[in-house]
């Protein structure tokens, strides 16, 4: 892991710990998410809603305003609801991405059965790799786009610099602000 990227992930960490949704920007989730849609994202953790809330500012100081790039800033980490982490866990998950990336992949690919007892290590990487699939699903049962669908589905997909169309477009705005907080 490089040094700004290391710098940057131990920023994120500390500010994990204590970091709270402003209350102001809570009563504004309904101006971009149905009230179906808001009932996911109030399941979220304080500090992935307060993360979610900071792209959706981010991407509003950058002057975007499509409907859907904002709901699925809003949503995109909905998956994790479903297995909520613990701090330590999603540290794991941070060094085991940086240190054996193809081992999280191999581990956290397998799927999630109901009521499986995991060991939390493994829970954890199967989280981060399986949460854009589960929010995706999360977000059409609560009647989201096809396009705030796909977004959530592919922002942890690897870029490419070739956008195809629209959703190409959008998905790139979201994922350079993830990578930014």
């Known amino acids: 892991m490089n040094p700004a990227r290391l710098f940057y992930r131990t920023h994120q960490f500390w500010k994990a ?16 998410l ?21 792209l959706l500012r981010r991407l509003i100081a950058q002057g975007e305003s499509h409907p859907d790039l904002l709901a699925a800033a ?5 998956g994790k609801i479903q297995y909520p982490l613990q701090l330590w866990e999603r540290v794991w998950v941070v060094l085991a991405h940086a240190l054996m990336p193809g081992w999280v992949k191999k581990w ?3 799927p999630i059965q109901a009521r499986q007892p995991l060991p939390a290590w493994r829970k954890a990487l199967m989280v981060a790799e399986q949460h854009p699939r589960q929010g995706a699903e999360l977000a059409a049962q ?6 705030v ?13 070739q956008a195809q169309g629209l959703e190409d477009l959008l998905l790139r705005k979201l994922q350079v602000v993830d990578n930014e907080t």
């Open 17 to 32: 710990l204590a970091v709270q949704p402003a209350d102001k920007d809570l009563d504004r989730v309904g101006n971009w």
């Open 34 to 54: 149905s009230p179906s849609q808001q009932a996911l994202f109030f399941r979220l953790q304080p500090s992935e809603q307060a993360h979610s809330l900071d």
């Open 74 to 78: 809003l949503l995109h980490d909905v």
């Open 108 to 110: 956290g690919s397998q």
């Open 142 to 147: 609560a009647g989201s786009t096809s396009m």
């Open 149 to 161: 669908v796909a977004l959530i589905l592919r922002h942890h997909e690897t870029r490419t610099n």
